[in-house]
Structure formats: C-alpha cells, structure tokens
C-alpha cells in the first residue's frame, strides 16, 4: 500500500487549505484512516481521523475549521482546513490502518504517506 499526500503550500493566516491522500495498492479493508502533524522539535500529533464506518475525531484545537473526509471509491482522504493559523504551520501526514491477510488470520497495518509541508504566514 502506497500514500500519495498532495496539497500543502503557504497560506496566509485565516485562508483555507485542501490536502489530499491517495493510497494505492491492494487493500483489503480499511480500519480508519487519519491526518497527523509534526511541527520542529515536537512530536507527531493526530488532527484528525476518519474510521470505516465514517466516525471522525478531530484534535480540540482545530474542531469547527477542519473536516476530515474521504471517497471511498477512490480510497482518497481529504483535510479541508479553513481559519489557518500560524500555530498550524507543520508537516502533515496521511495514515491508513488497514487489515491485512495472513494465513494466520488477519492484522492490522499503518501505512504512512510522505509529509507535505503547510506554512501559514501572518
């Protein structure tokens, strides 16, 4: 399985921001499947997270400006950001959990896409 995020670029603050992820390869059956950022000299955070049966959770900080979503039929997650602030100036990653077969049973695996860089300028 491979993620392809898209989108990241420099915005000034209050301006809105699409990211994109594509996964590709052969999935079985996705579990959830999750934006996350990591801003320097801090540790990876969760934003937001979409489950199979359409759930989303989002970090306090950014309830009411973004909406996670995501097409199915294209196995494509989406990060709508609106009301950027400097403070979420990160990279942001895709994460998909996905279950995979084995002949022991199924597991399940996080995949991770490349980060893609969002500058929100003052």
């Known amino acids: 399985v491979q993620l392809q995020a898209s989108g990241g670029g420099t915005v000034q603050a209050g301006g809105p921001l699409r990211l994109s992820c594509a996964a590709s390869g052969s999935i079985r059956r996705i579990v959830d499947m999750g934006w996350y950022r990591q801003a320097p000299g801090n540790q990876r955070e969760l934003v937001a997270v979409?489950?199979?049966?359409?759930?989303?959770n989002y970090k306090d900080s950014v309830k009411g400006r973004f909406s996670i979503s995501r097409d199915s039929a294209k196995n494509t997650m989406y990060l709508q950001m609106s009301s950027l602030k400097p403070e979420d100036t990160s990279v942001y990653y895709c994460?998909?959990?996905?279950?995979?077969?084995?002949?022991?049973?199924?597991?399940?695996?996080?995949?991770w896409g490349k980060g893609t860089l969002v500058t929100v300028s003052s």
């Open positions: 979409i489950t199979g049966g359409g759930n989303t």
């Open positions: 994460k998909v959990t996905a279950s995979v077969a084995s002949p022991f049973g199924s597991y399940d695996m996080d995949y």
